[in-house]
């Protein structure tokens, strides 16, 4: 059930949207070189104010670390949290990469005549007003900002409150250097209060998007409680299935590194599959290699019973279904490439998964049959990811079948809208045995002009 609101804090949330809402028909049509302009003011800014924001973020380090030990925050939730000099090297770089993407706003995606003098034109445009809610992760504030600004939308920021320190210094920095590069200041506000979140659930009609980034709780809450159209993923519960042509060399590497590179994103994989030609050579190995990394292994009854493997856990059926965030992963062993199949689509959280294999058939027959945002050949998992896709950065990860899908960057942050072009055309000339004749044709194809 959801709290009773309070009058004041929804009457606040709702004009700061409303104020959004205005702002966003300014930034719609703003030139690509103000916007590119604003950016690269916001990417000095937070170079010249790294100490500041470094500070702030250890002021939350420092409260979390006390959550951490009372058992009230993961350990996953407190790496996410802190900011080093190497994190924010990447957030720097990540607002240069979108400042030099292309302009998504104005492409016009489809061009017909649709009779003489009269034409269709199909072309790209923001998508208004976002509001994004996110947990932990204070470098999520800069990507989210500056993908809002490409692409023209006016955005409303909710982090979580064991950031609040460096949330509140990056948007300071930010919301300064857009304005100072004539943005306007409505477009971008932060939330800060949990109130603040329930208010914006309710603000239909001035919000047009609501992208939740954080646990599976607070992801399904959102998709519950607002009429406003919800892009996001709940879980990320990742596989990889090792084929029976697999490069096992390979395939060792891709594990690690998709396991313990990064344990506690969504992209990390859970949940590895063997097929059962080469579990007895490649088990014993691989379950070694993850335990000297200081990963548990949790196997199904078939691989704890068969391969001699020793300190491994026996897996449950909720293991196939748990993202753990952590420096644990289930295995089980299987007789097919269909077997696989059957598992991730069943199991799975339709996010990220990988085959290894040599044979060309089996991954056509996985990319096909896989329901996932992501399926990968040959790689891990971990390049599910905003950045490593040539977006700049991502406002989230989309799980959904419609567009837009996996990481989202600029081109799912605009829509489109029809634009007909006419010379006093009216549909009453069109129609009747003595009407013209509507042609639609593409303009690619039309001669003689």
């Known amino acids: ?156 920021l909710k982090g979580g409150s064991e950031a609040e320190n460096s949330n509140r210094a990056l948007f300071d920095c930010i919301h300064r250097a857009a304005v100072s590069a004539g943005m306007p200041a409505d477009a971008m506000s932060l939330l800060e209060s949990r109130s603040d979140v329930e208010a914006l659930l309710g603000a239909s009609g001035l919000v047009d998007l609501i992208i939740p980034r954080g646990s599976n709780s607070l992801v399904r809450y959102i998709q519950e409680n607002t009429t406003i159209p919800v892009l996001g993923h709940a879980e990320g519960i990742c596989h990889i299935y090792v084929d029976r042509s697999a490069d096992l060399e390979q395939v060792l590497e891709i594990i690690i590194d998709a396991k313990t590179s990064y344990p506690s994103v969504c992209n990390a994989v859970e949940t590895v599959l063997i097929h059962s030609d080469v579990a007895a050579s490649f088990l014993p190995r691989l379950v070694n290699a993850l335990q000297v990394r200081g990963v548990e292994v949790r196997c199904d009854e078939r691989g704890v019973n068969d391969f001699g493997l020793t300190g491994v856990s026996s897996a449950t059926d909720a293991d196939w279904r748990t993202e753990y965030c952590d420096l644990i992963l289930s295995i089980r062993v299987v007789d097919s490439i269909d077997q696989a199949i059957d598992h991730i689509n069943t199991y799975g959280s339709h996010h990220t998964d990988a085959i290894i294999t040599r044979e060309d058939a089996a991954f056509d027959q996985f990319f096909a049959e896989v329901d996932s945002a992501g399926v990968y050949l040959n790689a891990s998992t971990r390049f599910a990811d905003g950045y490593r896709y040539g977006f700049g950065a991502e406002v989230g990860i989309s799980t959904g079948k419609l567009h837009p899908r996996g990481p989202v960057g600029l081109e799912g942050l605009v829509t489109y809208k029809y634009k007909l072009v006419g010379a006093g055309h009216t549909v009453t000339n069109y129609t009747g045995p003595a009407g013209g004749t509507v042609k639609h044709e593409p303009e690619e194809d039309r001669t003689g002009d």
């Open 1 to 156: 059930m959801r709290p009773e609101l309070d009058p004041k804090v929804t009457e606040t949330v709702i004009d700061l949207a409303r104020r959004a809402k205005t702002a966003a028909r300014r930034i719609a049509h703003l030139s690509t070189d103000d916007k590119n302009q604003a950016l690269q003011v916001i990417a000095d800014l937070l170079a010249g104010q790294q100490d500041q924001i470094l500070a702030a973020n250890r002021r939350d380090l420092q409260a979390a670390r006390t959550l951490v030990q009372s058992g009230r925050m993961t350990e996953a939730l407190y790496h996410r949290l802190e900011l080093d000099n190497k994190k924010f090297a990447g957030i720097i770089a990540g607002v240069k990469q979108i400042q030099a993407l292309a302009d998504p706003v104005g492409r016009t995606t489809l061009e017909n005549e649709i009779a003489q003098n009269l034409r269709l034109y199909r072309v790209t445009c923001p998508i208004g007003v976002i509001a994004v809610i996110f947990e932990s992760r204070p470098d999520a504030l800069v990507q989210i900002s500056a993908l809002a600004l490409k692409s023209g939308n006016a955005v409303l």
